[in-house]
């Protein structure tokens, strides 16, 4: 299984690349996390949030491909523990597909990113920057990883 983040934005502060590989580099090759960095929309041309989050959509589910499973990281999904992401974690393994981690930009996700996701995952209900999200999703990834081998890193 190939897990993937694929995030809305490109040129993140030094600190969010280094966290993200940080967390990354430990996880072993078969739960290996990639980043794929999808640009933003030009803001510049005065259409709207809509036109913009379809936009970032086309290039969000092309990333993807079609046989991969969808997450999609939004306010309104579904609040997971540890132990719950460990056991989803376990079960995307299971399963043998892909994984795709859905992060839209700043206006969110489309609608048709989120219909198409199997799963709504809500890091918080508090609005994160997405930088941060890059971050606290490697590291949970890796915690869950070291919840199901019986690694102490998770205590």
């Known amino acids: 299984m190939k897990l993937q983040l694929i995030a809305v934005g490109t040129r993140m502060p030094g600190w969010v690349e280094a966290g993200f ?11 290996r996390l990639e980043l794929v960095e999808i640009p933003a929309a030009d803001r510049r041309n005065g259409k709207d ?7 970032e959509a086309d290039r969000l589910l092309a990333a993807a491909g079609k046989d991969m499973r969808l997450i999609a990281l939004a ?6 523990s540890t132990e719950d992401l460990a056991a989803s974690l376990r079960d ?4 043998g597909r892909d994984v795709g981690l859905l992060v839209g930009g700043a206006d969110g ?3 048709r990113c989120l219909a198409a996701a199997e799963m709504r995952w809500s890091l918080s209900p508090l609005t994160l920057p997405h930088a941060l999200v890059r971050v606290v999703v490697a590291e949970q990834i890796y915690r869950a ?3 199901m081998t019986g690694h102490p890193y998770h205590r």
């Open 75 to 80: 306010v309104q999904g579904r609040g997971l």
């Open 49 to 55: 949030p809509d036109h913009w989050r379809e936009s």
């Open 109 to 111: 996700l489309a609608p």
């Open 145 to 147: 990883w070291t919840l």
């Open 92 to 95: 995307w393994r299971m399963d």
């Open 21 to 31: 590989a940080d967390f990354t580099r430990r996880l072993p090759r078969d739960c």
